[in-house]
């Protein structure tokens, strides 16, 4: 019986030892991915009522993210996972509790979580993206706020050089006289140091026009006007800085994400989850967000589900999203949905991340923005303790009114007045455009507009259903303050009976040279 228990204790320590083995890797073959590493939160849970939720969210930003800096991400509130690129990134920087930061290109993809009270968890993570602009300071970095149920995936190829500006050839500018360098190219800007005369300052951009050169002066950056400086190099030599074009983002390009959506159960006047992105001060910049082209001008707070839609919601200044040869312009106070599911015709096949993320179809005309499905107070002031400012509260724009026609007809003694009526949709579509110009082409040069040329258009047109400028939707005798720094072409579209007509008209900035 002995030799016999041998053999049998034997095979049971084998097979036991065997079972142990099959339950590791099935443990392990479910927390890695091939080359992502993952990081998992390990704050001690802690539960908030939902009075409790904002003070904690705000207090965690303002002490945790205040430091932040270009092309970093900060983690803002529990709880957070994020997924490396590689081994190196995810023992070099820990990504687990509020207060860590990383480099932007550490990460491939950030989730945060949704509203759990009974774990304290509301996730949210702060990303600040630099521009390819150059002279652009931490402050003026694209800053991108991902709240509640919310994940992110970074597509665009991680490099050393991630982000890193346009290096300007070396220039310096010497005063001619006292002047002011200020925050944005204009004689009415903002006020940010006084430079002396004969005082040296290193030049690292120009307006499009070289009307003004942006400039850094005693560790300060701001604009200064060229006519009243000596530059140590050719003016055309520098690379643009121009607050009509869009910037581009070299740490984030392109990007997929999706969100929750609704209200919470718990919390009534706490979102699901959202995206806030906001551009710097009077810049655009331009990126892709699910396969399709957006190019923002402030802010805006975007939703995505799977399979179903992507909205964005443009909170200041206007968007424009683009999907093949269709343009829409989204104005404050206006949103546009876009389709999202498989890749559309033409596309190249989806990521696996990717999936049911694709934009598949054009954008949706313009309309006035839900701000019930926002929860504009809650991230609101999220956002300021972020460092941010956004409006509580949006005031969509003002439809125009339908075109009142009144034609007189013969009155009988005794009779009363006719009252005007409204025109009948494709009733007498004449497209006439009896003008459609500037009030001065060259535009003359505006000192209360950033160093810009401005002037006012105007358009009278008759017998259309709807008429646009530019894409957006307007009254059929109207105009429109408009400024530019070089060549613009305007384009009012006149639509009426299922057809559909444009006319363009092409606007001149003035002389450089009779700028004061």
């Known amino acids: 019986m002995r030799s016999?228990?041998?053999?049998?204790?034997?095979?049971?320590?084998?097979?036991?030892?065997?079972?142990?083995?099959?339950?590791?890797?099935?443990?392990?073959?479910?927390?890695?991915t091939p080359g992502v590493i993952t990081a998992q939160v390990t704050a001690t849970p802690a539960a908030l009522s939902c009075a409790q939720l904002l003070p904690a969210v705000q207090k965690n930003l303002s002490q945790q993210c205040s430091s932040l800096d270009r092309d970093?991400?900060?983690?803002?509130?529990?709880?957070?996972?994020?997924?490396?690129?590689?081994?190196?990134?995810?023992?070099?920087f820990p990504f687990t509790v509020p207060g860590n930061i990383a480099p932007l290109s550490a990460l491939k993809s950030i989730t945060t979580a949704p509203l759990n009270l009974?774990?304290?968890?509301?996730?949210?993570?702060?990303?600040?993206?630099?521009?390819?602009?150059?002279?652009?300071t931490a402050g003026q970095a694209v800053t991108f706020v991902l709240y509640g149920d919310t994940s992110l995936t970074n597509a665009t190829v991680a490099s050393g050089a991630t982000g890193a500006a346009t290096v300007a050839p070396a220039c310096t500018a010497t005063t001619t006289r006292q002047t002011f360098l200020r925050t944005?190219?204009?004689?009415?800007?903002?006020?940010?140091?006084?430079?002396?005369?004969?005082?040296?300052?290193n030049v690292t951009a120009r307006l499009a026009n070289s009307s003004w050169v942006q400039a850094e002066y005693q560790g300060q950056t701001g604009w200064l006007f060229t006519q009243v400086l000596k530059l140590s190099c050719d003016v055309s030599s520098l690379p643009v800085n121009d607050p009509?074009?869009?910037?581009?983002?070299?740490?984030?390009?392109?990007?997929?994400?999706?969100?929750?959506?609704?209200?919470?159960?718990?919390?009534?006047?706490?979102?699901a989850g959202g995206l806030l992105v906001q551009s710097p001060k009077g810049q655009k910049v331009s990126f892709k967000v699910n396969g399709a082209d957006i190019t923002l001008g402030s802010t805006a707070i975007f939703r995505a589900q799977a399979d179903r839609q992507m909205v964005m919601s443009v909170l200041e200044g206007q968007g424009i999203v683009t999907v093949g040869n269709v343009r829409q312009i989204v104005n404050a106070g206006q949103g546009v949905t876009l389709p999202l599911g498989t890749p559309g015709t033409g596309q190249a096949a989806a990521p696996d991340f990717a999936l049911g993320l694709m934009v598949n179809g054009p954008p949706s005309p313009p309309r006035p923005m839900q701000t019930s499905e926002l929860f504009l107070p809650f991230v609101c002031n999220i956002s300021k303790a972020a460092g941010l400012t956004v409006p509580c509260t949006v005031v969509p724009p003002a439809t125009p009114r339908p075109r009142i026609t009144f034609t007189p007809r013969p009155q009988q003694p005794?009779?009363?007045?006719?009252?005007?009526?409204?025109?009948?949709?494709?009733?007498?579509?004449?497209?006439?455009?009896?003008?459609?110009?500037?009030?001065?082409?060259?535009?003359?040069?505006?000192?209360?507009?950033?160093?810009?040329?401005?002037?006012?258009?105007?358009?009278?047109?008759?017998?259309?259903?709807?008429?646009?400028?530019?894409?957006?939707?307007?009254?059929?005798?109207?105009?429109?303050?408009?400024?530019?720094?070089?060549?613009?072409?305007?384009?009012?579209?006149?639509?009426?009976g299922g057809q559909s007509k444009s006319v363009s008209y092409t606007l001149n900035p003035g002389n450089v040279s009779s700028v004061p």
């Open 4 to 32: 016999l228990r041998r053999p049998i204790e034997s095979r049971s320590k084998r097979l036991s030892t065997a079972a142990l083995l099959v339950v590791i890797l099935i443990v392990a073959g479910a927390i890695w």
């Open 72 to 92: 970093q991400v900060c983690y803002g509130n529990t709880a957070i996972t994020v997924q490396y690129r590689d081994e190196d990134a995810a023992s070099s």
């Open 118 to 136: 009974e774990r304290g968890e509301w996730g949210l993570a702060v990303l600040k993206v630099q521009t390819n602009l150059p002279g652009t």
């Open 184 to 201: 944005a190219p204009g004689p009415n800007e903002q006020q940010v140091v006084l430079l002396p005369p004969n005082a040296t300052a």
């Open 244 to 271: 009509n074009q869009p910037a581009s983002l070299p740490g984030m390009s392109a990007f997929y994400f999706s969100t929750g959506v609704g209200s919470q159960a718990d919390c009534k006047d706490v979102p």
């Open 414 to 496: 005794g009779q009363p007045s006719p009252t005007p009526t409204q025109a009948t949709p494709g009733a007498n579509c004449t497209f006439t455009v009896q003008r459609f110009a500037a009030d001065q082409n060259p535009a003359p040069y505006d000192p209360k507009s950033r160093g810009q040329f401005c002037t006012t258009m105007r358009w009278d047109v008759e017998g259309v259903e709807t008429v646009f400028f530019n894409g957006q939707g307007v009254i059929g005798h109207g105009s429109q303050f408009v400024c530019i720094q070089k060549p613009t072409t305007y384009t009012l579209t006149m639509n009426c």
